[in-house]
């Protein structure tokens, strides 16, 4: 029945209907696909839950402070200090800036603005340090709801229009580093996916051997990230699905990268059986339905396994699972479909110069992967020891993992303007007053709230105390640090201390450094709720596609020690190597997904084909079988999907440098350590108790030498 199905997917006439009905999809989803980074949401206040403190700040502030406010600075300096025409320059440019479009009319405060309020009493920011080196102007942008899109262009005329001769001039900030921001991610829907297909376009040549193979490959990954993208940019459009600039960088990743492994298993599959059937339309019908339910199980887990990041509070957390599971399944829709569909009207001379001729000798039964399952054969249980010893003395490295957070400076790989700036501040004990605390309580006690705040080391004075609706009034004070620094933090969490403490205060305390503790707070939940989520919805889908309890359980437990030992060398790496400060909070939740999801994919397609090959074989002749026949393209798969998260490092984030050093590290160690050794080991070792409760092999009959010996040949 089931090879009926793929059998009428690739028939000679419908192989060109699916190709139609492909390609007009694709035209229609590719007019929306181009517009995805124009619905990005990348205001970090907006991926916060409704519940956390500065949430309900920004609520009770809505009607006195516009949340679209971005407070900016343009940050002047001159080595020996700057001279009375670089200042007289601030003030035109003050006025000037002023008159921009997007500049509220609360005005740009200069040097000389300050000066004369000071002179007055009025708590007003030193705007020019001690030592004359450094000054800076104060205004606020406000582009409306949707207006972080129009930073980079407003980021570009400030920074035409403020210049001093010989002098060095930064745009710092909230609105410097949303301009730099939108720049780390510049290119997104272009650069990434070029340098993404160009890495996997190399790494297919060199596994095919094939001028020709190739290409159908990448098209179909092309076709489905279209699709795709499309997709997301509807949902993000009309259904307010969060999408940011990282979960579209990952999205594309994981579409080419899951779709060429997908693609690499059902090319082996359709290779083998063109060497057992003479008519390609058979021979694809018996791939697809031998590949199939593979390819299904795989993406099922990916998908399901990111769905439940929904389950997220970090709206940007929770937005990234549902954009991530329309890739996968688009991206497994499109590779059991179109591709079928291309291998089959090619022909056989796609495989040019080795072309899979009727009745030729199948390769992978003599070799590399058949050897390695011999030699694992002779003492499986001492392989398997030896090799969980190994990956748990790597699982040590987790010590070393910091997920503190990171200052602005450290969020990037390279030095972006706004850092430069606010560099300049700090060397010269400059406050960024830009940076705020926001405390809201009740007018009665808001006095006694402010008097507990005073003296706490960073923050300064609180301001003015300015009233709200309903009883409720707020006042902000400057906060003498990064808006992301752990200093900032520390800052945050005492200030909240010292607020909650006020007896019938019910005060609330936020602003921007507010806005990463509440996210670190958010991640940490996330963890401890969305892990175990994960393992239980994997296991499940596991134990239904092998039809037993035991094999499923050792499967995620080598899973799992693989995610330990890939973090642990990874944190390793990043301390003494690449020289990262730290990790972003949500740094492990977002890795464990990934390399869970993914990592279980390769022993899907392994015990899958162990499971038909034990039906004629028994379990340990068929384990040998399968490594044989699937270790090849599977090693293959890992590599292709490793090399492209490693292309997340291309974009300057420290984040994304990480999740795709670590993902893929933990897709070699699963494709190369993992499923080839550790998993053989104990199918091995343990023979037919695997399948418990299932009678798959009850007779449990142990590998001779002469079988473990003998070449790994395949069923016909």
């Given amino acids: 029945m089931h090879r009926q199905i793929a ?106 603005a300050a000066e004369a309020a000071a002179a007055q009493g009025a708590p007003v920011p030193a705007l020019v340090s001690e030592d004359g080196e450094v000054a800076y102007l104060y205004f606020v942008l406000n582009f409306g709801s949707n207006g972080w899109n129009a930073i980079p262009a407003a980021a570009d005329e400030i920074r035409d229009l403020a210049t001093i001769d010989g002098g060095e001039v930064h745009l710092a900030g909230y609105g410097g580093s949303a301009a730099d921001s939108a720049e780390a991610f510049e290119g997104i829907d272009t650069n990434l996916i070029f340098a993404t297909l160009g890495v996997v376009i190399v790494i297919l040549l060199f596994t095919y051997r094939s001028p020709i193979l190739w290409l159908l490959p990448i098209l179909c990954a092309v076709v489905a990230n279209f699709i795709a993208t499309g997709l997301v940019y509807l949902l993000a459009k009309y259904a307010d699905l969060t999408v940011n600039g990282q979960s579209q960088a990952i999205l594309s990743i994981l579409v080419i990268g899951a779709g060429t492994d997908y693609a690499l298993l059902l090319v082996a599959r359709y290779r083998e059986e063109l060497r057992r059937h003479e008519d ?37 957390t929770a937005g990234l699972g549902p954009v991530a599971a329309i890739g996968v399944t688009v991206t497994m829709l499109v590779m059991v479909t179109l591709l079928p569909a291309l291998l089959v009207i090619c022909g056989r001379w796609v495989f040019w110069p080795k072309r899979p001729t009727f009745r030729s000798a199948e390769p992978t039964s003599t070799g590399l992967w058949a050897k390695v399952g011999r030699t694992i054969s002779h ?99 400057t906060i003498d640090a990064d808006v992301s620094s752990p200093a900032a933090a520390d800052i945050v969490d005492e200030s909240r201390d010292a607020a909650h403490a006020v007896d019938g205060a019910d005060a609330l305390v936020g602003g921007g450094s507010a806005f990463y503790v509440d996210t670190k707070i958010a991640s940490d939940r996330d963890s401890r709720v969305i892990m175990p989520l994960v393992l239980a919805v994997v296991l499940l889908i596991l134990i239904g ?14 899973v799992v020690l693989s995610f330990g030992a890939a973090l642990g060398i990874s944190a390793l790496l990043f301390e003494y190597v690449f020289g990262f400060a730290g990790s972003d909070p949500g740094f492990p939740l977002f890795a464990f997904v990934f390399l869970v999801a993914l990592g279980i994919d390769y022993n899907i397609f392994l015990m899958t084909r162990v499971r038909e090959e ?46 795709g050093v670590a993902v893929a590290l933990g897709v070699m160690l699963d494709t190369i350590v993992v499923r080839s050794v550790l998993v053989t080991a104990l199918n091995l070792d343990l023979g037919g108790k695997i399948w418990w409760p299932s009678k798959l092999d009850s007779a449990d009959t142990p590998l001779t030498e002469a079988e473990a010996a003998a070449p790994m040949e395949t069923v016909h």
Avoid at 288 to 310: D, E, K, N, Y
Avoid at 399 to 427: P, W
Wanted: glycine content about 8%; charged content about 20%; aromatic content about 6%.
């Fill in 280 to 316: 390609r339309h058979e021979a694809m019908a018996f791939a697809l339905h031998r590949a199939a339910p593979a390819i299904f199980a795989s993406a099922a887990t990916v998908a399901v396994g990111m769905l439940c990041l929904s389950f997220a509070e970090l709206n940007s």
């Fill in 545 to 558: 596609l092998l039809r037993a309890v035991v094999a499923p359980l050792i499967l995620m437990a080598t």
């Fill in 7 to 112: 059998g009428s997917l690739t028939g000679r006439v419908t192989k060109w209907l699916v190709l139609v009905v492909v390609v007009v999809i694709t035209g229609f989803m590719a007019t929306f696909s181009a517009k995805l980074a124009d619905v990005q949401n990348n205001e970090a206040s907006s991926w916060l839950p409704g519940s956390a403190e500065s949430t309900k700040v920004l609520e009770e502030l809505s009607a006195s402070v516009d949340p679209n406010d971005i407070p900016t600075l343009v940050v002047y300096h001159r080595d020996g200090g700057l001279t009375d025409a670089d200042l007289a320059a601030m003030e035109e440019d003050g006025a000037e800036i002023a008159d921009l479009e997007g500049v509220t009319d609360q005005g740009v405060l200069t040097p000389t």
């Fill in 379 to 477: 003492r499986p249980r001492r392989v398997w020891l030896a090799t969980t010893g190994l990956l748990l003395l790597a699982c040590l490295g987790l010590f070393r993992l910091d997920t503190s957070g990171l200052s602005t400076e450290e969020t990037y790989t390279k030095e972006f303007d706004s850092i430069k700036g606010q560099k300049l501040l700090t060397e010269h004990d400059l406050s960024d007053n830009s940076n705020t605390l926001q405390v809201v309580a009740d007018t009665d006690a808001v006095a006694d709230v402010a008097s507990s705040l005073e003296g706490i080391d960073g923050l300064a004075a609180p301001g003015e105390v300015q009233p709200l609706a309903d009883g409720r009034s707020w006042f902000e004070a």
């Fill in 614 to 659: 034990t039906a004629t074989y028994g379990t340990r002749k068929g384990s040998l079988i399968a490594l044989a026949s699937t270790g090849g393209v599977i090693t293959s798969a890992g590599i292709v999907l490793a090399a492209t998260f490693l292309v997340l490092g291309s974009l300057p984030l420290v984040f994304l440098a990480e999740l």
